[in-house]
């Protein structure tokens, strides 16, 4: 059976309905195919529920796509079939890529992906305004800046603050 490594950007148990809702949708999905075992960062990395207040920092984002691209060596290293950086601004993604054998699936790049091939033009809702510059970027590194119709952001404070 495959081994998929997960990782997340945020911390275990901060927001338990995002822990479950993942574990949920990897069961409805792949069944018993594939085994997906969910990373998440440590505890110390912030204190709030969701790492919204830093990832607007350039150079903590820096910080994230290292370590991201860290977890993809040791998720190969360990055996795992692929390793999926779970964060729509697929943080590291080309790090992690450039230093592992292994599939790197960004869940950004693989989402812009899948909609294209449905031929239709689409939208994004984020909840942290200061991630729309990172998801624009993407939107035309990967080639689809055209079939975005728009990019807005939600207001969230219950999910992203203390």
Excluded at 29 to 34: C, E, K, S
Excluded at 50 to 56: C, F, S
Excluded at 82 to 100: C, E, F, M, P
Aim: with cysteine; aromatic share 12%.
């Amino acid at each position: 059976m495959s081994r998929i490594w997960f990782q997340k950007h945020t911390v275990v148990g901060r927001n338990p309905w995002l822990d479950e809702g993942y574990e949920q949708h990897a069961r409805d999905v792949l069944g018993d195919r594939a085994d997906v075992e969910f990373h998440a960062l440590p505890a110390e990395v912030y204190e709030t529920k969701m790492p919204a207040d830093h990832v607007r920092y350039g150079q903590l984002e820096v910080f994230f796509s290292w370590y991201f691209a860290e977890r993809a060596v040791e998720a190969e290293r360990r055996g795992y079939s692929a390793y999926v950086i779970g964060t729509s601004q697929d943080t590291g993604l080309a790090a992690a890529r450039s230093l592992v054998s292994i599939p790197v699936v960004g869940y950004g790049q693989a989402t812009f992906d899948f909609l294209r091939t449905q031929g239709l033009r689409f939208g994004i809702i984020g909840f942290v305004p200061a991630l729309e510059e990172a998801l624009r970027h993407n939107q035309t590194h990967y080639g689809c800046a055209e079939e975005v119709d728009r990019l807005r952001t939600l207001f969230a404070p219950a999910i992203t603050r203390p």
